[in-house]
């Protein structure tokens, strides 16, 4: 899978994509990641990226020449542009999962009051916001959708099994999950995941995953009503 980040901060990006997971993808060939400096595709010796907005009012809009002139330089022809803007879709497991079966894309950070409304008519494919709550970028958004996408590209994470089976996978909530030691500080294992009867660990799980989700969401709940599930 390729993706493109176009950000003014690409720094930003050096912890985050160069750590565990998405490391190891890189490194293995399953992720080809580019960040790109949109202050590298300005003009004047000042490099502006941003200005003040027509009409008047707070704060700096991103200008349109440096971005169009960086996707057309940097991003292959045809790759969807995806914005990150409190504006955009709720960004959801089914939509990373969408995001991770495809080729490739590319990812917007705006910042400021946000991007010249030409780049979001001309070149923006899709919005998605990471909830409704304003950042003062784009930029973590970003990385939460490209971390979000990778874990689910063949062969990142271990065991793809344990990515069918958590949050969200099956519409609910994860199930409570432990490891050694089996009594700690007087709290001990539920029995019956010390059982070894795999089909009773398994109707466990389940029921401790939709209790769950009836408690902390019942708007999965409802959702998975629904759609059909138990
Ligand atoms: C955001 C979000 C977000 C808004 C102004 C960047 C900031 C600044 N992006 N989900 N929530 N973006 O707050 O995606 O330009």
């Known amino acids: 899978m390729r993706i493109d980040i176009l950000t003014l901060f690409p720094e930003m990006f050096t912890g985050p994509l160069s750590e565990s997971m998405i490391k190891r993808a890189r490194e293995r060939g399953l992720l080809d990641l580019r960040v790109h400096d ?52 709720p960004l959801t497991q089914a939509k990373v999962a969408e995001l991770a079966a ?16 030409r780049v979001r008519e001309a070149l923006v494919t899709e919005e998605i916001s990471i909830g409704d709550y304003v950042l003062t970028g784009g930029e973590l958004p970003a990385m939460v959708l490209v971390d979000a996408v990778v874990r689910l590209v063949p062969g990142v994470l271990g065991d793809e099994e344990s990515a069918r089976q958590e949050s969200f996978a099956g519409g609910v909530l994860d199930c409570p999950h432990y490891t050694r030691p089996e009594v700690y500080r007087g709290m001990a294992v539920p029995d019956v995941l010390l059982s070894g009867h795999h089909g009773e660990i398994a109707r466990w799980r389940r029921e401790q995953a939709e209790a769950r989700t009836r408690e902390r969401r019942p708007d999965l709940a409802d959702q998975d009503l629904t759609n059909g599930h138990s």
């Open 102 to 117: 495809r080729e490739s894309f590319a990812v917007l950070c705006g910042h400021y009051e946000g991007v010249d409304e």
């Open 38 to 89: 949109i202050r590298d595709y300005t003009r004047d010796k000042h490099r502006t990226a941003d200005d003040r907005p027509f009409g008047g009012g707070p704060g700096m809009v991103l200008k349109p020449e440096p971005i169009f002139e960086c996707v057309e330089a940097a991003v292959p022809k045809g790759t969807p542009l995806v914005y990150m803007t409190p504006q955009g879709r």
